[in-house]
């Protein structure tokens, strides 16, 4: 195997992960908005599982499947209310082989 | 509905969680653990480096049995630019002792042997089991919690919130706030698979020995934030972070970030050929002795991450977890033994204990790095270490320059950065480290 493979798109990184994905269930929501934040927009670039998206109106959207459960959308944005923050279910969500 | 009443709930089932449930229950009190992983650990992420000794307080035998991956002979810190690194190594032949200091552990596995000796000693554990919010009495003693299992409200004298530095009861309950973007830094972490053989190969060592390399420099893009390298058995845990409110204001995403800290020719080889079975990320507690939360009340007490316990200048977490874990239930025991209630007045003796202890000292010895790091961090991550290297590229390189043109090229370097505040920031480092 070549040092290639290990320089994937963070969607690739994610295929190596174990989830139990709580379909329909979404653990955060992004707020309705017009117009995104300056922290809710930097979440486009700062998920570490890429899970945020800007769409062509402007919006920003969230896809939750792969997300790692970091926390740090919640540190950015639930004060103010941009987004919900709960938990997936109990044994729901990322499941780390190593940690 | 679970109808009979514990004497403790513990929220979480990692380091502060798990010392907590085998302290408590090895002194015989009813202890529940709730965990919303599907085992232990496997909400869990750590770089992860073990301190024997913390373990030992609590274990003292843990060495025959525990999963560790290997003990640390040699240390490595690195001051990184674009090409290059000044390094200082440091192995000493002493820490092959019988009884080692330090080991790399990987997590999942680590905790679920944890977790597996508090409930031989009578913990009861419930995994896939999220706590959704605290039940207070009607004079605001927190008296049990809510579970997302049917009818999931379940009663004890005081409740141990482990819950991570990401968890929600006690956010949701006031009893702290949702750590500001400046108190945590993001990490990303990948798990690079390689034989044994080539792991001891490329680092020079043998069987069952480690080290670890942490690296500061342009490799966190003028953001405060390390690099770290750490020899697993069979694996090697790749990985950066930095502080949130720094990410959130350089455009880089942490993917990016990571994988030109895989890049760098100091790094690339080391991992070349590696098989990625796993990308991770945490967050970790930054903001040192002053971001540290009320850590007691009627009914509670708050210990590991969620207290913000983490020695970032000796990057040192979970030692401080399992140790506020095990005081926690030392507190909790003795309020208990003497038949005494947990107010907020007795369960003080839990912060006493902390105060006494390392953890509180160490973090207070450091209350000002956090904010001194991430105020001079420009200087700190990209000055700097450009200075160093060129410093050390003019020692080394042989090109025809006299030396004495060599040494004034190299004054004249950092004369020219104290425009930037080289011994101003010399000096803020000193006494933040005093």
């Given at each position: 195997m070549g040092i290639e493979p290990q320089f994937q798109k963070v969607e690739e990184k994610l295929f190596q992960n174990r989830y139990l994905v709580d379909s329909g269930q979404p653990h955060i929501k992004v707020m309705p908005h017009d117009k995104p934040s300056k922290n809710l927009l930097a979440m486009t670039h700062l998920c570490p599982a890429g899970c945020y998206s800007q769409a062509e109106n402007g919006q920003v959207e969230l896809t939750a499947d792969g997300c790692l459960e970091c926390g740090t959308c919640r540190i950015l944005c639930e004060p103010a209310g941009e987004i919900t923050w709960e938990y997936p279910r109990g044994g729901y969500g990322i499941l780390f082989k190593f940690g | 509905m679970i109808e009979e009443k514990f004497d403790a709930i513990v929220i979480g089932a990692g380091m502060a969680g798990n010392a907590a449930a085998y302290t408590m229950a090895s002194r015989g009190l009813k202890v529940l653990q709730l965990e919303r992983?599907?085992?232990?650990?496997?909400k869990n992420v750590q770089g992860g480096i073990l301190y024997a000794d913390m373990l030992e307080k609590i274990i003292p035998e843990f060495r025959d049995e525990a999963p560790l991956e290997r003990r640390l002979i040699e240390q490595r810190f690195w001051f990184m630019t674009d090409k290059a690194h000044t390094g200082m190594h440091y192995r000493n032949d002493d820490f092959n002792e019988e009884r080692p200091n330090r080991y790399t552990i990987i997590r999942s596995q680590f905790d679920r042997w944890f977790s597996r000796q508090a409930q031989e000693k009578g913990a009861i554990l419930l995994c896939e089991t999220t706590a959704l919010e605290l039940i207070r009495d009607g004079h605001d003693k927190v008296i049990g919690v809510r579970t997302d299992?049917?009818?999931g409200a379940i009663h004890a004298d005081v409740v141990v919130l482990a819950e991570g530095v990401n968890g929600l009861l006690g956010a949701r309950a006031e009893l702290r706030s949702v750590p500001a973007a400046d108190h945590v830094a993001l990490a990303v972490k990948e798990m690079h698979f390689l034989p044994a053989e080539t792991i001891e190969a490329r680092f020079n060592l043998k069987a069952d020995q480690g080290l670890v390399i942490e690296a500061a420099g342009t490799i966190s893009h003028g953001m405060t934030g390390m690099g770290f390298i750490y020899t697993n058995k069979e694996s090697i845990s790749v990985g950066i972070g930095c502080i949130v409110a720094d990410f959130a204001k350089n455009g880089i995403t942490p993917t990016q970030l990571l994988d030109n800290f895989k890049k760098h020719p100091s790094v690339a080889p080391l991992i070349a050929g590696s098989e990625v079975k796993e990308y991770a990320a945490h967050l970790i507690p930054e903001g040192g002795f002053k971001a540290v939360p009320q850590l007691f009340g009627d009914g509670w007490v708050i210990c590991g991450d969620a207290g913000q316990f983490n020695n970032a200048v000796h990057k040192e977490g979970s030692n401080l977890a399992m140790t506020s874990g095990r005081l926690a239930a030392e507190a909790i025991f003795q309020i208990k033994s003497r038949r005494e209630p947990m107010t907020k007045a007795n369960l003080a003796l839990y912060k006493k204990m902390l105060d006494d202890s390392f953890v509180m000292k160490d973090l207070r010895k450091y209350k000002d790095m956090p904010a001194l790091l991430h105020n001079s961090a420009a200087n700190l991550f990209l000055t700097y270490p450009e200075l160093v290297s060129k410093a050390m590229e003019n020692f080394v390189r042989v090109d025809g320059k006299t030396k004495i043109e060599k040494e004034k090229d190299t004054i004249r370097n950092f004369r020219k950065a104290r425009g930037f505040g080289l011994i101003g920031d010399a000096i803020r480092l000193a006494r933040a480290w005093r």
């Open positions: - | 992983g599907e085992y232990p650990g496997s299992r049917s009818g």
